[in-house]
């Protein structure tokens, strides 16, 4: 089991970059692939971007592509999503994910088992 704190979202303005971090414990930390999630208010929690072990191999939602950075730390135990040109739609709670392994893609919210508590990102027009 890992646990996972979120923290550094906040209200900002569109065009305007946010950095998300999440510290998580455990001495296995290398073992698990990481991602983020988002969830907006009655929405279903969706994927933002994933990193793999070493931190080598990253995946984003197209939503996110181009704007978004997935990085890793292992050596921190520590994750991070920087966030640029920010747009209203991306206001949501964001959740740090952590899967020792995962069946369908790095994608699928089920095969995360760690979860954080999440952090809210508010961008206004």
């Known amino acids: 089991q890992v646990q996972l704190v979120e923290s550094g979202g906040g209200l900002v303005q569109a065009g305007g970059s946010l950095r998300l971090s999440c510290a998580a414990s455990g001495r296995t930390f290398s073992s698990y692939i990481m991602a983020w999630f988002r969830q907006a208010p009655g929405k279903e929690r969706e994927f933002v971007a994933a990193?793999?072990?070493?931190?080598?191999?990253?995946y984003y939602a197209d939503s996110v592509k181009g704007r978004f950075t997935i990085s890793r730390d292992n050596a921190k135990n520590m994750v991070y999503l920087q966030m640029n040109s920010l747009k209203p739609e991306d206001t949501a709670v964001y959740y740090c994910?952590?899967?020792?392994?995962?069946?369908?893609?790095?994608?699928?919210?089920?095969?995360?088992?760690?979860w954080g508590q999440g952090t809210q990102v508010t961008v206004s027009s």
């Open positions: 994910a952590a899967a020792q392994f995962v069946r369908s893609g790095w994608a699928t919210l089920g095969d995360y088992k760690n």
């Open positions: 990193i793999g072990w070493s931190g080598g191999s990253t």
